[in-house]
């Protein structure tokens, strides 16, 4: 079967440094991605994994652990705008499709 | 300025009514996706295309249809048979060449019953 699951929601205070997680259970995997949707708009892509270990991308960095079916969003220097939903998804294997966790409400507070 | 539009933003459907959602890209992307989101849970997959005139069934494909004559427009219909149509409606778009790609996003449709 196809599992991902996320925290359903997060709260973390302006400046600090919160790390989202997602584990996977997928028959199949062709990488990962993380997206982050504000309330109401479209997902806009943060990043991909696709090889195990840290992908560093400014202010937002992002691993994978392939072995335990495992992936963080680390997001740094928060901002109020990085309150949103962070989606995780896995690319299933072979196809275009990708599956969706539920994701994560992150409120950041000043 | 490339990009995926969805029009309308908002739509309102009567009982046993029809209604197409449309779904442009100027991205020169192979595949399209369409999903539904509804509150506090994630997207789920309705229908998608990876080349022009063939589409298959996603997760959630009952009460809905899709074309798919052009490369640039992937339009969705939802039908009287789907009961519970209130939901937000993303389309997407990726390049579609081998595996699973970056998927773009349109703005999004919400779809609301009179």
């Known amino acids: 079967g196809q599992n991902i699951d996320q925290p359903t929601e997060m709260t973390a205070t302006e400046g600090a440094i919160v790390q989202i997680n997602c584990t996977y259970q997928t028959s199949g995997f062709n990488g990962l991605f993380w997206y982050q949707q504000h309330a109401g708009e479209a997902p806009t892509f943060l990043s991909y994994n696709v090889l195990d270990g840290l992908e560093e991308k400014g202010r937002f960095s992002s691993f994978l652990s392939r072995s335990k079916g495992y992936s963080y969003l680390l997001l740094k220097e928060l901002q109020m705008k990085d309150s949103a939903s962070y989606l995780c998804?896995?690319?299933?294997?072979?196809?275009?499709?990708?599956?969706f966790g539920t994701g994560t409400r992150l409120q950041v507070f000043p | 300025d490339g990009g995926i539009t969805q029009s309308p933003k908002y739509l309102f459907r009567k009982e046993g009514q029809n209604v197409t959602l449309s779904c442009e890209q100027n991205?020169?992307?192979?595949?399209m996706y369409w999903y539904r989101q509804d509150p506090g849970q994630g997207l789920r997959l309705i229908y998608y295309s990876q080349i022009v005139n063939d589409f298959q069934k996603g997760d959630i494909a009952e009460g809905y249809s899709v074309s798919r004559e052009k490369k640039e427009s992937f339009p969705l219909t939802v039908t009287s048979a789907q009961k519970n149509p209130t939901a937000f409606y993303l389309c997407?778009?990726?390049?579609?060449?081998?595996?699973?790609?970056?998927?773009?996003f349109g703005p999004g449709t919400r779809l609301l019953v009179l």
């Open positions: 997407a778009s990726s390049m579609g060449t081998s595996g699973p790609e970056t998927q773009y």
């Open positions: 998804a896995v690319g299933a294997y072979n196809t275009d499709k990708l599956i």
């Open positions: 991205l020169n992307h192979d595949a």
